[in-house]
């Protein structure tokens, strides 16, 4: 393995983790605090142009996802089931190698994981748009 290529999986994994460790305070902070005083604010794109954003039904997703409803997840937005296994997959290989366990090969960086993501989030926008604009079916 070349040195820059395990200096770049070395970053993502501190990196990875250091993100997990914040969203998961900010989720607490949401929860126990926010949750009552922040306003729910409507999608802008929706609002203004009649349209989804490339990111609409990803907080559903999450929250879906996060309740054990995989299928639903996948409906409001397949790009978060999706981040979640890459995301997860990579952290949890990598730190169980890293913590020893030889039998474990961590996940490997590949750029591709990047443009599936893409491929995937503006599909979801063609689709619910042409159902939205094409059909009048909101998703």
């Not at 039904?57 to 999706?82: C, D, E, M, N, V």
């Not at 030889?102 to 599909?123: E, M, S």
Request: glycine share 10%; net charge positive.
């Amino acid at each position: 393995m070349s040195t820059l290529r395990k200096d770049l999986e070395d970053e993502l994994f501190w990196i990875g983790l250091a993100a997990l460790a914040a969203a998961g305070a900010l989720a607490v902070l949401y929860q126990c605090v926010l949750r009552h005083i922040l306003p729910q604010v409507p999608c802008f794109f929706i609002t203004v142009f009649g349209i989804y954003c490339p990111g609409c039904g990803g907080t559903r997703a999450l929250s879906a996802l996060l309740h054990g409803q995989i299928l639903k997840a996948l409906w409001y937005h397949p790009f978060i089931p999706y981040f979640a296994v890459i995301y997860l997959g990579f952290l949890l290989t990598q730190g169980l190698h890293r913590l020893g366990i030889k039998q474990i090969r961590g996940w490997k960086f590949h750029y591709w994981y990047l443009w599936v993501g893409i491929v995937i989030i503006a599909l979801n926008w063609v689709v619910k748009n042409v159902f939205l604009l094409g059909f009048r079916i909101a998703m």
